[in-house]
């Protein structure tokens, strides 16, 4: 089966501009979740959904970070505008199931540079 | 918010032999997973020990859980080159159980040829 997309692979913007990401979960995968990833830390979970709806998002800078899945299937992150520390690497996981049991599958991620 | 620091942050060994690798948590707990990621795969899923197991094994993978310190241990026998990669726990459930997992720092494994 297809995994989990993401695009764009690289990107490199200054401060105070505006970036997005998408996401394409695995098909019939109700879950989907972003990630943040600084370099040399484990993920951090930033928002969560539940087909269309936001089940977590307490770690989500709002002033800056907005996300929306509003079909139920892909999803896009933005930043707006971003800072120099928002440098990371962006991941997308989904799972079939609204439980931390449930196997995460993820995506190869977007690698985030800001200058 | 994380979980604690991989223990060994990093660990560099040869082919053949065995590597174990540490975590702590600070949250109650259902389950904790353990994950790799490497630059060609990105992260995968490796095996889930939940909280009322103490030990789990899957192929050339150990997994432990003492869940009254808080700890788990992965061990990976008869490393292989291809085992070079960062491994991360990650930790779910807890008193909301909506999915959500809370990755440690990892542990950054180097096995040489």
């Known amino acids: 089966e297809a995994g989990v997309a993401q695009s764009p692979r690289y990107k490199i913007i200054e401060k105070r501009q505006s970036v997005a990401f998408w996401c394409n979960p695995i098909s019939g995968h109700a879950t989907l979740y972003w990630y943040q990833q600084i370099l040399g830390q484990g993920p951090k979970l930033l928002i969560q959904f539940q087909n269309n709806g936001v089940v977590d998002d307490s770690q989500l800078p709002k002033d800056r970070f907005s996300a929306e899945r509003l079909k139920g299937v892909d999803s896009t992150l933005k930043i707006q505008p971003a800072k120099l520390e928002d440098s990371a690497v962006y991941l997308c996981a989904s799972s079939f199931l609204k439980v931390s049991y449930n196997e995460q599958f993820f995506g190869p991620g977007t690698r985030l540079t800001v200058l | 918010s994380q979980q604690g620091e991989g223990d060994p942050q990093a660990l560099s060994i040869q082919e053949g032999e065995n590597a174990t690798m540490n975590c702590s948590y600070k949250?109650?707990?259902?389950?904790l997973q353990w994950y790799r990621q490497n630059s060609g795969r990105g992260l995968v899923h490796l095996i889930l020990?939940?909280?009322?197991?103490r030990e789990k094994h899957s192929g050339r993978l150990r997994v432990t859980l003492d869940t009254s310190k808080k700890s788990s241990s992965l061990l990976i026998t008869a490393s292989r080159a291809a085992d070079t990669a960062s491994y991360f726990c990650?930790?779910?459930?807890?008193?909301?159980?909506?999915?959500?997992?809370?990755f440690g720092q990892g542990t950054t494994l180097q096995v040489k040829p």
């Open positions: 020990i939940r909280s009322n197991e």
């Open positions: 949250t109650s707990i259902n389950n």
């Open positions: 990650a930790t779910g459930g807890g008193s909301s159980n909506t999915g959500k997992l809370i």
